[in-house]
């Protein structure tokens, strides 16, 4: 069920709820004094992905030719 950020316009608390989208409308409907608030949505999955082995392969024998390089290679 998807998360909501709202606001109570008289006291200024921020909170979360967790709801359908359509107790979402019946919600609102009946609290004229919450309003809902829209915020960043970060999705994570563990970190970033490695890139392919292949393309590190490459980037690796590059950095290995050039003597001045500053390819970063922390995969």
């Known amino acids: ?3 909501y950020s709202f ?6 608390e921020e909170f979360t709820e967790s709801m359908s ?4 409308d019946a919600y609102l409907s009946t609290h004229p004094n919450i309003s809902q608030i829209f ?3 970060t999705i994570s999955r563990g970190g970033e ?3 392919p082995q292949v393309f590190r392969d490459l980037v690796n ?3 290995k030719k050039n003597k001045h ?7």
């Open 1 to 3: 069920m998807p998360i």
């Open 7 to 12: 606001i109570n316009n008289e006291t200024g």
């Open 21 to 24: 989208m359509h107790d979402l």
């Open 39 to 41: 915020s960043k949505v």
């Open 49 to 51: 992905p490695k890139p």
């Open 61 to 63: 024998n590059i950095k």
């Open 69 to 75: 390089n500053t390819i970063e290679t922390t995969w």
